[in-house]
């Protein structure tokens, strides 16, 4: 695809064609949470409009249309992760919900005293806190594998941590404040022949490259809707359904019980066991459409030109004068964090606001990893497919003006 | 530039930003306190040294953006040899000044150099980053045994 045919793309997202301070928006924090094409959002507007009714439970027609099409986002969720049953496809609130989710059912169900997770220095606080959480409970031992200076996961040490007490990994595929793409193939092979079941954080991944769950073998995967262009609060866990069948429930509550009696209970079967209550409907719909979108594009346009695109704006920031950028990984994703001078990251963002431009400057979520790079924040930008040259040669502007307020 | 823009980077906070003044820690303080700023990781010390009701020296420590050096540089340089109810007084001053509605007039007889930050009411995000240093000193000088967080 072309320049003209990102003009064309850019035509789907209403958002795009913003004015802020009397500029036009560029908007360059999609790792943050992504923009909506058209059809996501009217596919929403038509739901609460035509079709709007609770699921698994009305015996009239809206109901059972509302069923139809929520269950039918599963599949299409289904094939977009290349899992072999939508019974392993669970609808949770976000990545945040999914990793947390698995930790205190599979964690609490098969973690005790001296067992060991193991993740890595450059994970999100979601992939940490709630390991530590259930440090507190089950006495578990958490280990972090560490990064070198790129900001590339150092696979000898992975290798050395992941020992024979190590019974669970818990990876990121895509750093979102490096962009660093790990070898997750690798990370799950090696924790396989340990016997170690792996998680992988796959929020960051999804958007930019194709993921087939089952040639990488992930025994869970995880993804937040809003960073694949759809709502907020709906997201995925992805379980093999062997690993699912085997967890207790995460929540209790409706819909995920089969029978109910005060003396006795009986679950419902996978994925519904796991999703307690009413869901978010529309926004499972929305997430099915915004695959269907994104396939339609095409993963693999996408990634060529995001490719493209990271090393355009690799190769324009570094020409700015006291810019370092933190993440210089190989293999990496279209994120661009970096620190400039004596400016701090706060400063700069304000400065990039008044030109129009949205980045996001701070921690990342990620204040362990910015401990290892010896930086409290770091300004990050990150693109999607609709992002372009021109916005890029915007940005290197405005950051030249900030090279001249703190010279 | 953008004139909002160069209402807030002043001349005078990028000098403060750059060479702070009493950017050190009092070793024997009377007091001290710590601030947070949890959204963009501000995060500063304050140390003050209590004379009876006087404020004999003050100093600050920290990691922060331009507007929170500045802010902290400009207000120990404006709090020294003041009372406690002169400290309390000028921070009453510079909480209004950067909470007002942008285009009202600010007390510039009363903040003196400190209105240099009058423009910061201009970026809502910013309001904080301003006003750490004085929330951090006024649990110094105050204690209530809490760590300041601009949240
Ligand atoms: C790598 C990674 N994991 C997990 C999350 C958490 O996602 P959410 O907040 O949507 O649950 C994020 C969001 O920033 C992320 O970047």
């Not at chain 1, 669970?90 to 059912?105: D, H, K, M, P, S």
């Not at chain 1, 062997?242 to 029978?259: A, N, T």
């Not at chain 2, 209402?7 to 009493?22: A, C, E, G, S, T």
Request: some cysteine.
């Amino acid at each position: 695809m072309n320049g003209l045919d990102v003009a064309k793309v850019r035509e789907d997202f209403p958002v795009l064609h913003e004015r802020v301070y009397g500029k036009p928006l560029i908007y360059l924090d999609n790792a943050a949470t992504t923009q909506k094409p058209k059809i996501v959002i009217e596919t929403i507007k038509q739901f609460y409009s035509r079709e709007n009714a609770n699921i698994h439970r009305g015996i009239f027609c809206l109901s059972e249309r509302a069923t139809r099409r929520y269950e039918n986002a599963r599949l299409k969720v289904k094939e977009f992760l290349g899992a072999a049953s939508e019974k392993e496809i669970v609808f949770v609130r976000g990545a945040t919900e999914a990793i947390n989710l698995v930790a205190q059912t599979w964690g609490r169900a098969f973690l005790g005293k001296g067992d060991e997770v193991l993740i890595t220095h450059m994970e999100h606080h979601s992939n940490i806190v709630p390991w530590q959480i259930l440090r507190e409970e089950k006495g578990i031992k958490l280990k972090v594998a560490p990064v070198d200076d790129a900001g590339e996961l150092i696979m000898e040490e992975f290798r050395k941590l992941l020992t024979d007490k190590v019974k669970f990994v818990s990876v990121v595929h895509v750093s979102n404040a490096l962009g660093t793409l790990n070898p997750v193939e690798e990370i799950i092979r090696l924790a396989h022949e340990k016997g170690a079941k792996v998680l992988i954080d796959g929020a960051q991944a999804v958007a930019h490259e194709a993921v087939n769950v089952r040639d990488l073998d992930a025994d869970f995967y995880v993804l937040s809707g809003h960073k694949l262009f759809a709502p907020t609060g709906i997201g995925v866990l992805y379980g093999k359904a062997e690993l699912l069948d085997q967890m207790p429930p995460y929540q209790g509550g409706g819909d995920m019980i089969r029978s109910v009696t005060f003396e006795a209970t009986t679950y419902n079967k996978i994925p519904y066991k796991f999703e307690a209550g009413t869901p978010h409907i529309a926004g499972a719909i929305g997430l099915g459409v915004a695959v269907d979108y994104l396939r339609g594009i095409g993963l693999e346009w996408i990634a060529a030109y995001e490719k493209e695109l990271l090393a355009y704006g690799t190769k324009k920031l570094l020409a700015i004068p006291g810019l370092r950028l933190i993440g210089t990984a190989k293999r990496k994703a279209a994120v661009l964090s970096f620190t400039l001078g004596e400016a701090h990251a706060h400063d700069i963002g304000t400065i990039l606001d008044r030109a129009g431009i949205a980045i996001r400057a701070g921690h990342h979520c990620a204040m362990p990893l910015m401990q290892r790079f010896g930086v409290s924040a770091t300004t990050r930008v990150s693109l999607a497919f609709y992002n372009t040259r021109e916005e890029i040669d915007r940005l290197s502007d405005a950051l030249r003006e900030v090279v001249e307020v703190f010279k | 530039m953008n004139p909002d823009l160069r209402d807030l980077y002043q001349q005078m906070i990028m000098d403060h930003n750059k060479n702070p003044m009493n950017f050190r820690e009092i070793r024997d303080a009377t007091s001290r306190a710590e601030g947070f700023n949890p959204l963009c990781g501000d995060h500063l010390h304050v140390y003050l040294k209590m004379n009876g009701d006087r404020i004999e020296d003050i100093s600050f420590e920290g990691a922060g953006c331009a507007i929170s050096k500045a802010s902290g540089s400009m207000m120990t340089a404006a709090l020294k040899g003041k009372t406690r109810a002169e400290a309390e007084g000028l921070f009453a001053e510079v909480r209004a000044m950067l909470s007002r509605e942008p285009g009202m007039p600010v007390n510039a007889e009363k903040l003196g150099k400190l209105a240099v930050f009058a423009g910061v009411c201009e970026f809502p995000l910013r309001v904080k980053c301003a006003s750490l240093a004085w929330h951090t000193m006024m649990e110094a000088i105050a204690p209530t045994g809490k760590q300041v967080s601009t949240e």
